[in-house]
Every structure is written in structure tokens, then in C-alpha cells.
């Protein structure tokens, strides 16, 4: 069932990631009608709605694009950045769209954020428990049953962290693309091009949530059937 679990998520994951590259790549070629950049899009988004204390800044990586409630900051990746073209302008305005859900106290972004400190503790402690039951077990038998209710304790904080995300990404998708439309950013054409490019994007998320579900799932079966 693990082995199961793991090739059916990379599968998905493999033809997501591919689905959405693919996506931005076609999109990357169509010209912008107004021939503003992603970042001239960022700026003008968080203008009209009124928010005049978020940076709009460059970060290096492709998709690495992300909004950073802590400094407040648009973090856009130089072809997003630089680009003049419906990928970059949807990219641009996504991630405006967490600054106004900051700015507009949007609370599933509050509970993301207020999780985001457990969820890194849970990483790093899943990856000590890993290293510790990979030498630990030449030496020592039966560490995983001890270390097992501490995995799906991580899982769970997971999982948790990977649904609440959904609404968040959904959300802010919606108001990019309200605001794309309003604003004249984007044609009819070139709208339907935006959804569809955030839509693979959003799709990103789905597969890392329900992966991360499964896990648990299975780490709890097994700690209820070793207690059969």
C-alpha cells in the first residue's frame, strides 16, 4: 500500500507539473494586450485595492512566484517579473490576490499563516525521525511502533495545513481573475487563457493535499492494526 500510495502521487504530481509548465509556457507567448509586466500588473493590483505598504520584488527559480505576509512582499521570478504576457500577468495577479486577502484579513490566510511555524517544526522532526529509523534500526529493533503515533501526528498537521491551503489558492485566484476582467488587463480571450493557466495551478495544490491525506491514512491504519 505504501509503495502503492507513492507511485500513484508522483504519477499524478509528474502530470500535473508537466500539465501546468506546459500551460505556461503556451501562455507565455500571448502578448499582453496593454503590454504591462508582471510586476507592472502586481503594482497596479494592489493600487486599486488600496494597498500601498506591500513590496513588489524579484526572486530567482522558475514558479517560485509567492506572497510573503511577513514582510510584506510579491515575490515574483524573473519571467513572471520581466514577462509581458498572460502567464505572467495571471502569476502577477495571484499573488496580489494574498495580499488583498492579507489586507482584507481574510481568515483561512490568517489560519495558514498561524500554522506555517507548526508545520515546518513537523518537516524537520519527520526528517529527524527518518534518519533515526534508518541507522537506528542496524542496531536497534523495534523503534518504528515507538516513532509511528509521532508520524501520524506530523501527517496530520500535513494534511491539515494542505486543505486549508485549498481555499486560500482558490480564493485568490478568484480575485485575480475578477480583477484581471474589470480592470481591462485581459481581453474575453485572454481571460479564459488566465483561469486556465491558475486552474492548472490550483490543481497543484488538490494532488498535495490529497497525497499528503493518504499518508496519514495509511500510518493510521497501521497503527490500529498493530493494536488489533
Known amino acids: 500500500m505504501y509503495w502503492i500510495i507513492l507511485i500513484l502521487t508522483f504519477g499524478f ?6 500539465k501546468l509548465k506546459r500551460k505556461f509556457r503556451e501562455y507565455s507567448e500571448v502578448p499582453l ?17 488600496g494597498i500601498y ?3 513588489v520584488v524579484s526572486v530567482e527559480g522558475t514558479l517560485t512566484d509567492h506572497y510573503n505576509p511577513v514582510d510584506k512582499t510579491v515575490n515574483l521570478s524573473p519571467d513572471v517579473y520581466y514577462g509581458r504576457n498572460i502567464a ?5 495577479a495571484h499573488e496580489c ?3 488583498v486577502q492579507h489586507a482584507q484579513a481574510y481568515a483561512w490566510l490568517g489560519l495558514r499563516t498561524a500554522l506555517v511555524p507548526l508545520q515546518n517544526i513537523s518537516a524537520q522532526l519527520m526528517n529527524a525521525i527518518f534518519m533515526i529509523l534508518f541507522f537506528g534500526s542496524l542496531f536497534i529493533h523495534g523503534l518504528f511502533p515507538l516513532a509511528l503515533p509521532i508520524i501520524i501526528g506530523c501527517y496530520f498537521i500535513f494534511t491539515l495545513f494542505a486543505f486549508i491551503t485549498l481555499p486560500v489558492e482558490i480564493n485568490a485566484s478568484k480575485r485575480a481573475l475578477a480583477w484581471l476582467y474589470h480592470s481591462g488587463i485581459t481581453s474575453n480571450q485572454q481571460q479564459a487563457m488566465a483561469a486556465d493557466a491558475l486552474k492548472w495551478a490550483a490543481r497543484t495544490y488538490v494532488v498535495a493535499a490529497l497525497s499528503s491525506l493518504a499518508m496519514l491514512l495509511y500510518y493510521l491504519m497501521l497503527f490500529l492494526g498493530r493494536r488489533d
Open 13 to 18: 504530481s509528474w502530470y500535473i507539473g508537466w
Open 33 to 49: 494586450t496593454q503590454g504591462l509586466s508582471g510586476k507592472e500588473v502586481a503594482e497596479k493590483m494592489l493600487r486599486d485595492n
Open 53 to 55: 505598504d506591500v513590496k
Open 88 to 92: 505572467a500577468a495571471a502569476v502577477a
Open 97 to 99: 490576490g494574498h495580499a
